[in-house]
């Protein structure tokens, strides 16, 4: 199979049609139409084998995380995903692992009608790349700079299951069949929050997706800002393997500064406050109010009696450590 047929049949056979591609896979570029009144946001993101997944990842879910992580960039900034792109650097060409990682990445794509409009393909160790592209009404994109002061800060969903997936993967827990196929499911699978970030876009001053732990990214906003924050331990929503597993500082360790969760962080302020509540009720129990912005700088985590807890003020960093996930 040369690499031609290779994009023909696991690739170009397999993206759904839009009719704002109007010259996709098969020229030098792409030709997209951006609907009138909307911008374009474009996001990239690298996947390395043994880095950002596991090297015994099935390639299904290498292939749905690839775009998962990019789309969780396009909802985090409030936009509705349209194209994507793919590079793809392969050690050989593998039929059965393309046919699987074509499936799960087109599981994800079409669920979203994202159709896929170009891309590379090289010989090399693997790697993928996948941009994608959205856009939202002028002006209406979520920044990390919105923050004021006397905004509640919210989060999507739970945190710590992928970091105990991972560690699960890596052989180093022991976890039952249920709980391991929930938290590798948050490692592989993340959902990315596409729906949920449009839905909220009108009443949400800032947003970011917790790719790098909430410290982290939550970090990300106050710098954007100029403000800071406390938030409340005792409100931050574990995700229930984790506390199952992990405790004392090892458990925040895990919930707050491990990659991977891919839930949104964003801020609401007090006039938004009663819209965000009606939307947030159609969806019962997936948003926690977890502090408040304030004006002095820096991320106070307090715990239950007000105290501040003092923890590892550093998310994942790749350049900080010599591997990761
Ligand atoms: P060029 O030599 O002009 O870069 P290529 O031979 O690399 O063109 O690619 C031919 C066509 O196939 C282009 O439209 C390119 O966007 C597309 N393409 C290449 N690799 C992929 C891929 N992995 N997924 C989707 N489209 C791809
Ligand atoms: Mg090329």
Redesign the pocket.
């Known amino acids: 199979m040369n690499?031609?047929e290779l994009?023909e049949s696991f690739?170009?056979a397999n993206t759904p049609a839009r009719n704002d591609v109007i010259t996709?896979?098969?020229?030098?570029?792409?030709i997209l139409a951006v609907p009138p009144g909307q911008q374009l946001v474009t996001t990239t993101d690298v996947l390395v084998a043994g880095i950002h997944f596991p090297e015994n990842t099935e390639p299904e879910d290498i292939g749905y995380k690839s775009l998962a992580v990019s789309l969780s960039d396009l909802a985090a900034m409030g936009a509705t995903p349209a194209w994507f792109?793919?590079?793809?650097c392969l050690p050989a060409v593998d039929e059965d692992w393309l046919a699987a990682f074509s499936r799960g990445l087109f599981t994800l794509a079409r669920d979203y009608e994202l159709a896929?409009?170009?891309?590379?393909?090289v010989r090399g160790p693997l790697v993928i790349g996948v941009q994608a592209h959205g856009f939202v009404p002028e002006g209406e994109a979520l920044l990390r700079s919105g923050a004021g002061v006397g905004d509640t800060i919210y989060i999507s969903g739970t945190l710590g299951a992928a970091a105990i997936g991972l560690l699960t993967r890596q052989g180093k827990l022991d976890l039952t069949v249920t709980e391991r196929q929930n938290a590798q499911a948050k490692l592989d699978r993340p959902l990315p929050r596409v729906r949920e970030a449009l839905a909220l876009r009108a009443c949400v001053s800032a947003c970011i997706d917790i790719s790098d732990g909430l410290i982290a990214d939550l970090g990300h906003i106050l710098i954007a800002s100029d403000v800071g924050a406390r938030v409340q331990l005792s409100q931050v929503p574990v995700d229930p393997v984790c506390v199952a597993h992990a405790s004392g500082d090892e458990r925040w360790r895990l919930a707050l500064t491990r990659g991977d969760d891919y839930e949104l962080c964003f801020t609401v302020p007090p006039a938004k406050q009663n819209q965000f509540e009606s939307i947030a009720d159609s969806n019962p129990g997936l948003y926690s109010a977890i502090g408040e912005i304030e004006a002095a700088p820096g991320l106070r985590l307090v715990d239950g009696n007000g105290k501040i807890v003092q923890l590892p003020a550093t998310g994942h960093n790749h350049f900080a450590h010599a591997s990761g996930c």
């Open positions: 690499e031609f994009i690739f170009a996709g896979i098969g020229d030098d570029a792409a792109t793919l590079t793809l896929l409009v170009g891309g590379d393909t």
